[in-house]
């Protein structure tokens, strides 16, 4: 099994995929209102701005998913809603899980590791070729050009010392750097056009540094290598830079007095636009869409919202969707060992109680058997009670609860603590379900039904392993027993076995990895009990 195997298998790696495709419909529907502002307001800072919330409304809704199904310590052993198939054919080795949802949500989270590593390594190149183009090939301007700079500056409320240098690298105008910004004009721009023009595309990248726009782009990047696998996001992405090149062109305006000098020296510069897109390049005068910001600036109506409603809601209604289509499991089975054992939830938050860990598989085997944990009752402890502790929870509570809930003296405290025990389980606090509480009745009730003989099934030692443990993620079963070939690892050759199954878990924690028990029937009775000796399946062996 590889690392990343493991990682897959593992609650946390389910809540970050849990977390991801809740994400989803999240981000559509934020996406969704967005759509719904834009399509009303008109001024570009309003419209920035809303985008800007927008963003991190998904970062913010993201955040508050992942810490909703982030597992809890009561929940490492629990593998929601998946129960194993029946045995398989020809007594091989079989999953019988398939493909469940736990396993699909798990491989999200290396997917989507890997994914946001491959961004991030392309955000380095970008942030390189940055470094590179601030220091390369360049040259100092005039020093009138300098001085002028800094007169614009001025008056654009620009504090920090900005320097002017041509380069033979840039295709455009651009703004490198937060802390000692520096603007680079393409070689041959200052002396290829008007100067008016040319203090125009100055006052746009000055408008960039006043708004502090470069560190807010490196932010707004961090943001994508995250959420790289987000439509929404990447729209949003889109408006935000579009809307933030119009209130830079705004301000120009504002400080030239003239938006057509200022247009015109926008459509002097759509020849020079950079052609790489691949790079997470610095703001700079060439973002967005330059025929539209030259269609708003003269007055007329681009019509870019006309197709952005349909495409969000289509967005929307596909995430919604596919988030059912993965989410969607039958509504699991609740089955108390004992009529009236069942009690309803309350919204009180204590700690979560977390069970001592294993120091070994023998001790897997060993520890927690319904007859060692059935403790005597007060007498006056009413019968659902005695069930509830000794019965449905004697597996998973801890010698600490049962001592507190036996030296109760009321049904009013016994309720409470029957709430309480489970609201410190519950993954999802605050919600209607509990989901703990639903999966341990559905394996009681799982296991009442395939492994009862001449005990119920709860009691037996399949039924224990499976009620802490959950379904196991492979099983070897031989219901018939007979000819055997032993594999290496039990000493080879060929024997006679009584009816047996081989249970594997990927991961117990506290245990360790590859956990295999097995358990063998040698009454030939369907009564079978865990076994840490291979021989004891032999048919043939002889103990001494």
Partial sequence: M?????????????????????????GAAVALMLAMVLASVRRPLARYAAACIAMLAIVAAIGVTLAVVWPQPAMRFAFPHAAPAGPAAGGGLASPMGAKPADVLGWLAPLWAAGVVLFYLRGAAGWIAARRLRRAGVCSVAAFWQERVEQLAARMRVTKA?????????????????????????????????????????????????????????????????LFYHPAVWWISGVMRAERENCCDDLAVAATGSPREYASALMAIEGMRAADGWLITPVAATGGSLMKRVARLLGRRSGRDGVVMPAVAAVLTLAVAAAVAVQGRPAPVRQAVDAGAAVEKTVVRTPVVKAPAVESPKKLMAQNTAPERQSAAPPDLPETYKAWINNDVVYISSDAERKAFLELTTDEERQKFVEQFWERRDPTPGTIENEMKEEHYRRIGYANEHFASTVPGWKTDRGRIYIQYGPPDEIETHPGGGHYVRPAAEGGGETQTYPFEQWRYRFIDGVGRDIIIEFVDPCMCGEYHMTMDPNEKDALFKPK
């Avoid at 746009?204 to 708004?211: G, K, S, T, V």
Wanted: glycine share 8%; no cysteine.
């Fill in 162 to 226: 900005v320097a002017l240098l041509e380069s033979a690298l840039a295709e455009a105008p651009v703004v490198i750097g937060h802390l000692r910004p520096v603007v680079l004009v393409p070689a041959g721009l200052l002396a290829g056009l008007p100067a008016a023009q040319v203090e125009a595309i100055l006052l746009h990248e000055l408008a960039h540094i006043r708004r502090r726009d470069y560190l807010v782009n490196l932010v707004q990047a961090a943001v994508e290598g995250i």
């Fill in 2 to 26: 590889t690392g990343v195997e493991y990682w897959a298998g593992t609650p946390v790696a389910a809540a970050i995929g849990r977390t991801l495709l809740h994400s989803l419909w999240e």
